[in-house]
């Protein structure tokens, strides 16, 4: 015997009982962005009782716990070229036993902006689009270590950063515009700092210890080569989804 409901809901009886009334058990597949997967309660009704009603109820709070949690996020990153990353690898490589860092990041970089859930071909032809007029760039960084709370890493911060503050803007309200799920405005505009990230996550509490990090390396230019497409924050090789080079200002094509 086999009960059905909606939204791919199912009771299954496993034993009837005068006595003891019905033992079942709920299962409801969710489907959400592509991931599907499988909450189960199951429990034993007594006549007269409201017992599966109780059951539901759990089976849906599992239901939207697991679809909070399905959702991809990705990030568009401005990566600095290879020399200017080794100048940072060598200046911070001591800092490491001091904080304490849950990962290391295998990139050196600036986040422009998250999508949640986007049609990845798509998306990429969009951010391909919008990045052709832009050029290889520079940013200024003085070596003072900071913790950014809306993405929980510790990085340097850039001085001057009105240029790539205008870009972050640019590429918000572009994707905006074409319907993809990014920071709101205000979380950009309110922004008073930007980083170049170092560390995810560590020891936050004597940051200010830690200044003039670049001290050995000052007046040193740093430069943005490409932008990157990450598929996770795990700072790993294989999270990178997309590399798009930025145009050479000094090749002429």
Known sequence: MRYEAQNYEHCYPLMNSQKSGISFQIQRIIESSGVISRCIASGTSSPGSDKYGDMKGRCDIMK??????????????????KESGKIIENSTRNLIKKIKPKK?????????????DPDMPKFEELVREITKPVRRFKIDIVGNLSYDEEFKTIGLDVVNFGYIKRMARNFNSQLSLHGYKVRSEETIENKETVQLILYNGGITKDLESFQSVLKKNQGSIFKIDRFEIWKNF????????????????????
């Open 234 to 253: 795990n700072f790993k090789r294989d999270s990178v989804v997309t590399t798009i080079p930025l145009v050479d200002p000094n090749i002429i094509s």
């Open 104 to 116: 290391k990041t295998s990139f050196y970089g600036v986040i422009l902006d998250t999508v949640e």
């Open 64 to 81: 939207k716990n697991t679809m909070e949690a399905s959702f991809m996020k990705y990030y568009l990153v401005a990566i600095l070229d």
